[in-house]
């Protein structure tokens, strides 16, 4: 039986080194969305044109706009609740169950995750490019960056998780 803090010393060991890659991929996921809200923002100056900023987007691009509005709020719920679910599932859980394995299956979740959240801003430069105003689109950006956000493996959420999975596996990891 190891000690308490052995238990949390080796603990935070394979957390760091199975986040680090995950870390550096939603660091760069934000880093990339927040060069698609300054594109977005500045587009209208990028094209050199005074009605630019001021083009009212046409019908096709207001339906466009609605239906990409009505994905991302699926999107986004799906996120959530993927969030709550699967990485409690009890799939996860096999005869080579380790805190390594769990790492690495929670690395993939974490990826596709953090790929619907990069989504969710490419809807708003699209449909920034294709003429919606940045004031009517600024919500795809900052939902995207929120949702990067929630899905960052910060090591003391990655540690809460391993808690709750403790508990929803009945079973300690280490």
Not at 16 to 30: D, G, H, N, Q, V
Request: aromatic share 10%.
């Amino acid at each position: 039986m190891l000690a308490e803090f052995e238990k949390q010393r080796i603990e935070r060991e394979h957390i760091r080194r199975e986040s680090r890659l995950t870390m550096i991929i939603s660091l760069a996921m934000l880093a990339s969305i927040a060069v698609y809200t300054l594109v977005a923002y500045l587009y209208p100056a990028l094209v050199r044109s005074p009605s630019a900023g001021t083009f009212r987007a046409g019908q096709g691009v207001r339906e466009a706009w609605n239906i990409l509005n009505i994905i991302a709020i699926m999107l986004i719920i799906a996120v959530l609740a993927v969030r709550k679910t699967i990485y409690f599932s009890p799939r996860l859980v096999r005869d080579d169950f380790t805190l390594a394995a769990l790492l690495q299956r929670w690395r993939i979740i974490d990826i596709v995750l953090l790929s619907l959240a990069e989504l969710i801003a490419l809807f708003g430069l699209v449909i920034t490019l294709l003429g919606m105003p940045f004031q009517h689109t600024f919500h795809f950006f900052v939902a995207g960056f929120l949702l990067a956000l929630i899905n960052m493996p910060v090591t003391f959420k990655v540690r809460d998780k391993i808690r709750m999975f403790e508990k929803y596996a009945g079973k300690s990891i280490l």
